[in-house]
T-cell receptor, first 113, second 113 residues
Framework: QQQVKQSPQSLIVQKGGIPIINCAYENTAFDYFPWYQQFPGKGPALLIAIRPDVSEKKEGRFTISFNKSAKQFSLHIMDSQPGDSATYFCAASGETSGSRLTFGEGTQLTVNP | KAGVTQTPRYLIKTRGQQVTLSCSPISGHRSVSWYQQTPGQGLQFLFEYFSETQRNKGNFPGRFSGRQFSNSRSEMNVSTLELGDSALYLC????????????FGPGTRLLVL
């Protein structure tokens, strides 16, 4: 029940395309859902996060869509650029789990020029 | 403000040895979490420390331990190293306990031969 399932495992898009990465969770105690971006040799960097009381959040070219009833959330990257090529992780945490994050498996995104 | 720093960045050890990794959180952050990242298991939570006390622990054997000092710096120790302990060990800091917004360091790459 602690798992977060992420898909796809890898994704290739052309510059300007809109890659979409999906995550699903089971634990209804989760109430915080961040997305992290990781470049090779670096630690994950927080991109954007959402709570279940909103269905969508935008920050720059990054948008999270959240479906509480389906227990799913997704990341959309508008006008993707080659510099967005990285591994993306969704994660979740709950009020009773401290700062502990449960991560999805990761999606390796490649944006071709 | 300086980010999370981790030392050393790279380590090579042999089976049976022990290793100590260090993490300095962002100035003013009092909570430190540790994660293990491997290609097969992804990002997995090890433990969280706040006010020099372990507040949360993941599903890892007792060979994995940690501590936090009064200045919030943290160390993790792995005893009797196994080949499967080869991984990127990431430290993340947050302002307080139960604070979901976490900032990751660059990690320590451990190779066990």
């Amino acid at each position: 029940q602690q798992q977060v399932k992420q898909s796809p495992q890898s994704l290739i898009v052309q510059k300007g395309g809109i890659p979409i990465i999906n995550c699903a969770y089971e634990n209804t105690a989760f109430d915080y859902f961040p997305w992290y971006q990781q470049f090779p040799g670096k630690g994950p960097a927080l991109l954007i996060a959402i709570r279940p009381d909103v269905s969508e959040k935008k920050e720059g070219r990054f948008t999270i869509s959240f479906n509480k009833s389906a227990k799913q959330f997704s990341l959309h990257i508008m006008d993707s650029q080659p510099g967005d090529s990285a591994t993306y992780f969704c994660a979740a945490s709950g009020e009773t789990s401290g700062s502990r994050l449960t991560f999805g498996e990761g999606t390796q995104l490649t944006v071709n020029p | 403000k300086a980010g999370v720093t981790q030392t050393p960045r790279y380590l090579i050890k042999t089976r049976g040895q022990q290793v100590t990794l260090s993490c300095s959180p962002i100035s003013g952050h009092r909570s430190v979490s540790w994660y293990q990242q491997t290609p097969g298991q992804g990002l997995q939570f090890l433990f969280e420390y706040f006010s020099e006390t372990q507040r949360n622990k993941g599903n890892f054997p007792g060979r994995f331990s940690g501590r936090q000092f009064s200045n919030s710096r943290s160390e993790m120790n792995v005893s009797t190293l196994e080949l499967g302990d080869s991984a990127l060990y990431l430290c993340a800091s947050s302002l307080n306990f139960n604070q979901e917004t976490q900032y990751f360091g660059p990690g320590t790459r451990l190779l066990v031969l």
